[in-house]
């Protein structure tokens, strides 16, 4: 895949679609960290003056009809929405995200460590709680590697509040990492690879304690 031919066809029929109602595109994702297999998804990035369920429809048609449109998938948004939504979100939102049709800055407000904590939190709670639900009624490994893939997100928001550096690429991360956190990633890049043996209670039992022993700092 020559990802910056295809994002310059995206582009083209995307403003020939919406004109000068489109606001900005980006790319994030493995293809925006330069971290793509061939098995990759394509996340792109579309902001539009205003979002509506027809206006849905008619990028969903523009998406198909382009090659290897069935791998793409991302995040589309009015302006007004983006620029409202949650500030833990788009702090990994905007860091994990490459302009490539106007600026994305110009769109969101700053955000500092407060937001990188925010994020940490909630990603916590979630993880504890899938986990702690795997742990009692059962989980499918599939859900399992997603939460763990999840889990890498959260670690460059620990990293970068322990830090002061944000680690974009995965690959990179563990430089950064310890303990924990280091097997954390150490697991999700396994996950990823097909390369991890460990069974599903013992996938779950890790990142249920990872999450609590986050959600406990938090606390203190």
Request: hydrophobic letters at 40%; one cysteine or more.
């Amino acid at each position: 895949m020559d990802i910056e031919r295809w994002m310059g066809r995206y582009q083209a029929e995307v403003l020939d679609a919406f004109g000068g109602r489109v606001r900005y595109i980006g790319l994030q994702g493995s293809y925006g960290r330069g971290e793509a297999t061939e098995a990759s998804d394509i996340d792109v990035v579309l902001i539009l003056d205003t979002c509506t369920p027809e206006d849905l429809a008619r990028y969903q048609a523009v998406v198909r009809a382009l090659p290897a449109g069935e791998r793409a998938c991302g995040f589309v948004s009015g302006a007004a929405e983006v620029a409202a939504w949650d500030r833990g979100e788009l702090f990994q939102f905007r860091r994990d995200t490459t302009d490539i049709w106007g600026r994305l800055a110009d769109l969101i407000p700053p955000e500092g460590p407060r937001d990188a904590g925010r994020a940490l939190h909630a990603g916590a709670c979630e993880a504890y709680h899938l986990c702690g639900h795997a742990l009692v009624h059962g989980c499918d490994r599939e859900t399992l590697a997603g939460a763990y893939k999840a889990a890498v997100f959260l670690l460059q928001a620990k990293a970068y509040l322990e830090t002061g550096h944000y680690c974009r690429r995965h690959c990179d991360l563990g430089g950064l990492l310890s303990g924990a956190d280091l097997e954390l990633l150490q697991t999700a890049q396994a996950l990823r690879a097909g390369t991890c043996g460990d069974p599903i209670e013992a996938l779950a039992s890790r990142l249920f304690c990872w999450s609590r022993d986050v959600l406990g700092s938090a606390r203190a």
